[in-house]
């Protein structure tokens, strides 16, 4: 029913940024909550952000808060992850999620899943 498509992923240096973008199909897409998950090898998806529905409301997990910026524009259908002042623990594949009922904190929460799009932070 929603198809997320994460992009701008890739491969950058300890202490820079990086914006990853997430893009939604249809017209629902102002009325989900959003968050962003990554996934590391060997690792449990762990939550690392979330917006509500309207953006008025933002989540960050610890390990990212004061570096990391969840925004959304709804006119757009995008999704959006800026992440500054990056580390080598970063490193992984970054997941956006839609959830239709605005519970945000879990991965079960979520009914909509990306594909995932690769950080590599190197030291």
């Known amino acids: 029913q929603v198809q997320l498509i994460e992009s701008g992923g890739g491969l950058v240096q300890a202490g820079e940024s990086l914006i990853l973008s997430c893009s939604a199909s249809?017209?629902?897409?102002?009325?989900?909550?959003m968050g962003w998950f990554r996934q590391a090898p060997g690792n449990e998806r762990e939550f690392v952000a979330a917006?509500?529905?309207?953006?008025?409301?933002?989540y960050y997990a610890d390990s990212v808060k004061g570096r990391f910026t969840i925004s959304r524009d709804n006119a757009k259908n995008t999704l959006y992850l800026q992440m500054k002042s990056l580390k080598p623990e970063d490193t992984a594949v970054y997941y956006c999620?839609?959830?239709?009922?605005?519970?945000?904190?879990?991965?079960?929460?979520?009914?909509?899943w990306g594909q995932g799009t690769q950080v590599t932070v190197s030291s």
């Open positions: 249809g017209r629902t897409f102002s009325t989900y909550a």
């Open positions: 999620a839609a959830s239709p009922h605005g519970w945000v904190l879990k991965p079960t929460d979520y009914d909509y």
């Open positions: 917006i509500s529905a309207r953006g008025g409301s933002t």
